[in-house]
């Protein structure tokens, strides 16, 4: 989809195509396209089916708003879930509203969208011609183009000293796929932080997996997780909130904060605990071993076992039958000797490959079980165990 086909595509006439791909949305792509081209050109029946299938992957980042929205097939890969976005909105803004913020590679507008609803005035900014007037549209769809300005622009001429906060959510993508390396962002990543130094507060979204050593000394950062997935990570500079790490949970909206706390270690116990990957992400397994009065199998791996079962939402709870040296044999008879025919395999520091595993163990049975590959002192281990839900959902 180019410039000119999106353009036609917000025409009356380019309405009704959508209006009608979105009725064939799922159908055969050759009969879809075929009625289509019964009363549109190719290049506008092309957009139209493209913007169809766009907007139904849409719906599980932006639930219903994905029907009015308009999208690139980079732009909603890399657009903030909407309640992901909300939370940095709210937090962002602050409880006046009426806070100015630039948002420099704004993208589709995902971001600028729950900003403007959490009562900011942006100005957003993009590179490319096809992305502003996607996002723009966006903003007109959604009643907001009151509150954002969307604009052709490049990040590093924007003046960030001129708004309240700056929002930056570089590019993460190459010629070659997604990158995972600061320096390959666009815009790099020296950019980035020269924008930063000039803000009075900024707010960037960056990977999850961005290593510690990008991270500003200054920054609070803050991994996000949506109903037990890291979504991302946002680094705040600033005045914050004095935390240095921070975890958040969504939808829930429970937050952690680095304390120094140490987790002891010690042998397995009745329970193990697997904690939320934004935890492990922003080193705060410490804290949530201290939670649930738990201690480490091992000092270097992010487990944590315990003798009691406490409820909480930053880790996951399963009972633990056996704990065994790593043997494939051995493994294989005490599942077979429990008829156990159904696995739930994970793993930390482990380098068996789980399908391969699977395969070899050729279960059997009408019993379920979870299995932990792991390392116990600097020893292979695997642990037995089953599911011990909270307290509340077993009554």
Sequence with gaps: MDLDAFTELLTPRGQRALAEAV????????????????SYDAAL???????????????????????????TPHGLEQATRAEVGAHRARRLAGPAGGTRVVDVCCGIGGDFLALARAGCVVDAVDLDPLTVA????????????????VREADAATVSPEDYDWLFADPARRTSRGRTFDPMAY????????????????????????IPYEFIPDEAEAEWVSYKGEVKEAALWTGPTEGAVRR????????????????????????????????????????EVAEMVGG?????????????????????????????????????????RERQVGNVVI???ASAVDIERLRNDLRLSGDKSAVIMLTRIMDKPSVLICHPSPPAQMTK
């Design 186 to 209: 666009s815009p790099p990543w020296p950019v980035v932080l020269d924008l930063v130094a000039r803000a009075g507060r900024a707010c960037l979204k960056v990977a999850p997996g």
């Design 346 to 348: 994970k793993k930390r």
């Design 23 to 38: 009725e064939v949305v799922g159908a055969d792509p050759v009969a879809a396209a075929t009625r289509l081209r019964r």
């Design 247 to 286: 975890a958040t949970l969504l939808p829930g909206g429970e937050t952690l904060v680095a304390r120094g706390a140490e987790a002891p270690t010690g042998p397995v116990g009745r329970f193990m605990y697997e904690p939320d990957g934004a935890a492990i992400r922003a080193h705060l397994v410490g």
């Design 295 to 335: 201690r480490l199998p091992d000092p270097m791996i992010a487990y944590i076992t315990g003798d009691e079962p406490f409820d909480t939402p930053w880790a996951a709870r399963y009972a633990v039958e056996d704990v065994l040296p790593f043997s494939l044999k051995r493994l294989r008879a005490t599942l």
């Design 134 to 149: 996607v996002a723009r549209a966006n903003a007109e769809a959604l009643g907001l183009a009151d509150r954002v300005t």
């Design 45 to 71: 029946t092309s957009a139209a089916l493209t913007q169809a299938a766009l907007r139904e992957r849409a719906k599980a980042k932006f639930g219903a708003d994905a029907a009015l929205m308009y999208f």
